[in-house]
């Protein structure tokens, strides 16, 4: 039930601080505005450059986001000349662009809304537009405008569904000298436009038409079962993720065929319910709530509905199917309209398998939210459409024509240029410090998806947090991985399926010293080196090979070993002899892996201490009695020691493995890369 959120203490004084203020509670209001969506203005009188006083608007700029607003996002243009093109009978989108260029008091603010025209035309000084769940779910029926009507009398205008643009501002500036006593317009297929004499007024004449249209709905859903019966049952929660873990690599695969990208997986109750409902495929197939929504869901999502949802091989049969039917779909949708723009990925956006869940996929973990969120607000618009009348979407034209417009498509070219590991998904063994931590935060800063583990949960946990502080919500995951318990190792590679859809990189680096010559060695120190050393390495490779196979989308492995591999030291036997273990299973990784497209390389970093869980202070103390020099001495040794002279630090490292974790190491398999200074002994060869 939507209600005011605002408060006066909170809003500011000043026109331009209220508006900032409306739009982030409107933005923060996901009844009112999902990701991007909806626009707000406000006119002030300012004094131009010159001195004058000038009217202007502030109107939010195209693609910003309501909810984290910031007076910068809000462009200012000159009212009088924007009010002067309602005299023109009609202009092209780029006359419209161009003619906002023109209007602006900063010419190097953000480009202002494609709404602006609509903004300016209207009397209001405040002026606010949603796309309401609720007013979408009363104008995207059979009987639109009846609906309308009905829930709202003479209240508000109403405007047929249009393309924003010249035209429709025109046609709503029109409508409102028409209807002069009116509240509001609202937009068929598309929203809800308000005003008033200050944001705080047309803000909560919004609330108020938003909530009308809401009690009406849910007065007309009372009792009913809008999507009709259950057809397919969800399967129980811990069968249903072990289902969507198993098919969830096949599915990355088959959406990343345009470029890579990442999954999000939902099984919500809500979700399930809709998805496993009889009238699900038919109502899915409808369309989207809003034009708006389209560059980020699709007109439609892809269906995989097998009799038997808990067999992982019928689904990964089912979707490599029906994915191929998908595109043949959306190619032939964009030839029957013609475009002169490049055709966009055809991949879904959205899947839905009844029984299992929901998955959405982008370029990365923000860009799966968005489908997701608007999905889930799709199934409620449906829901309500469907208890007041027949869901009915905009034509497959005007979709069409919103999910190619240029301006829209503009907005995607405001995204960040890709970073170098965007939309790939790294696992990181032992990453809770010393070099996994710095290898999980150089990947995750050129743009990995990173499933952070360690023994250490709580560290894992402050690495993984870290990440997403520096890169973003969703940008790790951390778990604990014990990487000699094979059931470890299997929850931590079903957190990659079902966090982020699969994996393209391991980065195996868990491992654990012990000092001691081999005559006082013990058979458990012995025994604990090689479970960790060399099977920690076998078990956490193994279930990735399984998942790259299953996956068919080629992959890497990184394997952190040791200076010890080629020149070993006296009293690292146990370490030494494991170290070799894990080098040569990455040699024959390698050459098993080729036929797969799989890399598998080593780096031998040397005496890295700063941050190290490698290093205690007991193995520092017997390294340094090894080499008879005091323990203080350590680090100044192992630097004097090698070619270069310098302090070998996790952050090498690092480097190493972003080389070999990259494309740009495309051509290298089975190769050991020292990081340690030039240490002459230990040359690989
Ligand atoms: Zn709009």
């Given at each position: 039930?939507?209600?005011?959120?605002?408060?006066d203490?909170?809003?500011?004084?000043?026109?331009?601080?209220?508006?900032?203020y409306?739009?982030?509670?409107?933005?923060?209001d996901?009844?009112l505005?999902?990701?991007?969506?909806?626009?707000?203005?406000?006119?002030?009188?300012?004094l131009?450059?010159?001195?004058?006083?000038?009217q202007?608007m502030?109107?939010?700029?195209?693609?910003?986001?309501?909810?984290?607003?910031?007076?910068?996002?809000?462009?200012?243009?000159?009212?009088?000349?924007?009010?002067a093109?309602?005299?023109?009978?009609?202009?092209?989108?780029?006359?419209?662009?161009?003619?906002?260029?023109?209007?602006?008091?900063?010419?190097?603010?953000?480009r202002?809304s494609?709404?602006?025209?609509?903004h300016g035309?209207?009397?209001?000084?405040a002026?606010?537009h949603?796309?309401?769940?609720?007013?979408?779910s009363?104008?995207n029926?059979?009987?639109?405008?009846?609906?309308?009507?009905?829930?709202?009398?003479?209240?508000?205008?109403?405007?047929?569904?249009?393309r924003?643009?010249?035209?429709?501002?025109?046609?709503?500036?029109?409508a409102?000298?028409?209807?002069?006593?009116?509240?509001?317009?609202?937009?068929?297929?598309?929203?809800?436009?308000?005003?008033?004499?200050?944001?705080?007024?047309?803000?909560?004449?919004?609330?108020?038409?938003v909530?009308?249209?809401?009690?009406?709905?849910?007065?007309?859903?009372?009792?009913?079962?809008?999507?009709?019966?259950?057809?397919?049952?969800?399967?129980?929660?811990?069968?249903?993720?072990?289902?969507?873990?198993?098919?969830?690599?096949?599915?990355?695969?088959?959406?990343?065929?345009r470029?890579?990208?990442?999954?999000?997986?939902?099984?919500?109750?809500d979700?399930?319910?809709f998805?496993?409902?009889?009238?699900?495929?038919?109502?899915?197939?409808?369309?989207?709530?809003?034009?708006?929504?389209?560059?980020?869901?699709?007109?439609?999502?892809?269906?995989?509905?097998?009799?038997?949802?808990?067999s992982?091989?019928a689904?990964?049969?089912a979707?490599?199917?029906?994915?191929?039917?998908?595109?043949?779909?959306?190619?032939?949708?964009?030839?029957?309209?013609?475009?002169?723009?490049?055709?966009?990925?055809?991949?879904?956006?959205v899947?839905?398998?009844?029984?299992?869940?929901?998955?959405?996929?982008?370029?990365?973990?923000?860009?799966?939210?968005?489908?997701?969120?608007?999905?889930?607000?799709?199934?409620q618009?449906i829901?309500?459409?469907?208890s007041v009348?027949?869901?009915?979407?905009?034509?497959?034209?005007d979709?069409?024509?919103?999910?190619?417009?240029?301006l829209?498509?503009?907005?995607l070219?405001?995204?960040?240029?890709?970073?170098?590991?965007?939309?790939r998904?790294?696992l990181?063994?032992?990453?809770?410090?010393?070099?996994?931590?710095?290898?999980?935060?150089?990947?995750?800063?050129e743009?990995?998806?990173?499933?952070v583990?360690?023994?250490?949960?709580?560290g894992?946990?402050?690495?993984?947090?870290?990440?997403?502080?520096?890169?973003?919500a969703?940008?790790?995951?951390?778990?604990?991985?014990?990487?000699?318990?094979?059931r470890s190792?299997?929850?931590?590679?079903?957190?990659?399926?079902?966090?982020?859809?699969?994996?393209?990189v391991?980065?195996?680096?868990?491992?654990?010293?012990?000092?001691?010559?081999i005559h006082?060695?013990?058979?458990?120190?012995?025994?604990?080196?090689?479970?960790?050393?060399?099977?920690?390495?076998f078990?956490?490779?193994?279930?990735?090979?399984?998942?790259?196979?299953?996956?068919?989308?080629?992959?890497?492995?990184?394997?952190?070993?040791?200076?010890?591999?080629?020149?070993?030291?006296?009293d690292f036997?146990?370490?030494?002899?494991a170290?070799?273990?894990?080098?040569?299973?990455?040699?024959v990784?390698?050459i098993?892996?080729?036929?797969?497209?799989?890399?598998?390389?080593?780096?031998?970093?040397?005496?890295?201490?700063?941050?190290?869980?490698?290093?205690?202070?007991?193995?520092?103390?017997?390294?340094?009695?090894?080499?008879?020099?005091?323990?203080?001495?350590?680090e100044?040794?192992?630097?004097?020691?090698?070619?270069?002279?310098?302090?070998?630090?996790?952050?090498?490292?690092?480097?190493?493995?972003?080389?070999?974790?990259?494309?740009?190491?495309?051509?290298?398999?089975g190769?050991?890369i020292?990081?340690?200074g030039?240490?002459?002994?230990?040359?690989?060869r």
């Open positions: 039930m939507v209600k005011s959120r605002w408060s203490a909170e809003a500011g004084a000043s026109a331009l601080d209220q508006l900032v409306m739009s982030r509670v409107m933005g923060q996901e009844a505005v999902l990701w991007g969506g909806g626009n707000t203005s406000t006119k002030v009188e300012e131009d450059l010159l001195g004058r006083p000038t202007v502030y109107i939010k700029g195209t693609g910003s986001d309501m909810k984290v607003a910031q007076p910068r996002d809000f462009p200012a243009v000159r009212l009088e000349e924007i009010r093109s309602l005299a023109r009978e009609d202009m092209s989108d780029e006359e419209m662009v161009a003619y906002f260029a023109r209007c602006m008091i900063d010419p190097a603010a953000p202002p494609i709404e602006t025209l609509l035309y209207l009397d209001g000084r002026v606010a949603s796309h309401a769940d609720s007013v979408l009363i104008t029926t059979a009987g639109r405008e009846d609906v309308v009507g009905d829930v709202y009398g003479d209240s508000v205008a109403v405007v047929a569904y249009r924003p643009g010249f035209l429709l501002a025109k046609e709503v500036a029109l409102v000298r028409a209807n002069p006593l009116a509240q509001g317009v609202v937009l068929i297929n598309h929203g809800l436009i308000t005003w008033g004499g200050t944001a705080k007024e047309a803000y909560e004449r919004h609330i108020t038409l909530a009308r249209a809401e009690d009406f709905a849910r007065g007309r859903a009372a009792g009913r079962r809008i999507f009709g019966p259950t057809r397919r049952t969800a399967l129980p929660d811990a069968q249903r993720r072990a289902v969507a873990a198993r098919v969830a690599p096949s599915l990355r695969a088959g959406v990343s065929a470029a890579p990208k990442i999954l999000r997986f939902e099984d919500g109750s979700v399930l319910e998805i496993g409902s009889e009238r699900m495929d038919e109502l899915a197939q409808v369309g989207p709530a809003t034009p708006d929504h389209l560059l980020n869901t699709k007109r439609s999502p892809l269906i995989v509905d097998v009799p038997d949802p808990s992982a091989a689904l990964n049969e979707i490599r199917e029906e994915l191929s039917a998908y595109t043949d779909r959306y190619l032939a949708y964009v030839e029957r309209h013609r475009t002169n723009e490049p055709l966009l990925d055809a991949a879904p956006r899947v839905l398998v009844p029984g299992i869940g929901m998955w959405t996929t982008g370029r990365d973990s923000r860009t799966c939210v968005i489908p997701a969120d608007i999905y889930r607000h799709t199934i618009v829901a309500g459409a469907e009348d027949r869901y009915a979407s905009l034509s497959e034209k979709g069409f024509d919103a999910e190619y417009w240029p829209e498509l503009y907005k070219t405001l995204a960040p240029p890709e970073r170098e590991l965007a939309s998904i790294v990181v063994t032992g990453a809770a410090r010393g070099i996994g931590s710095a290898i999980a935060r150089r990947l995750a800063g743009g990995a998806h990173v499933i583990t360690d023994l250490d949960e709580s894992a946990d402050a690495v993984a947090n870290a990440i997403v502080q520096a890169n973003g969703g940008r790790a995951v951390a778990t604990r991985l014990d990487v000699t318990d094979e190792v299997a929850a931590a590679f079903e957190l990659a399926r079902l966090t982020y859809g699969g994996l393209d391991l980065v195996s680096n868990a491992g654990v010293a012990h000092v001691a010559p006082q060695l013990g058979l458990a120190e012995w025994q604990h080196s090689l479970a960790v050393n060399a099977t920690g390495h078990l956490v490779a193994r279930e990735a090979m399984r998942l790259f196979q299953e996956q068919a989308m080629g992959g890497g492995v990184v394997f952190i070993a040791t200076k010890n591999v080629t020149a070993p030291g006296r036997g146990a370490y030494s002899a170290k070799a273990a894990e080098v040569q299973l990455a040699r990784l390698a098993e892996g080729g036929e797969h497209g799989v890399r598998v390389n080593v780096v031998n970093p040397d005496a890295v201490f700063e941050g190290s869980g490698l290093w205690s202070g007991e193995v520092r103390r017997q390294r340094a009695s090894s080499h008879g020099i005091d323990v203080q001495e350590l100044e040794y192992y630097r004097e020691r090698n070619l270069l002279r310098v302090r070998v630090t996790a952050e090498d490292v690092a480097e190493a493995v972003l080389w070999l974790a990259s494309s740009r190491s495309a051509r290298t398999t190769a050991m020292p990081v340690d030039g240490v002459r002994e230990a040359f690989p």
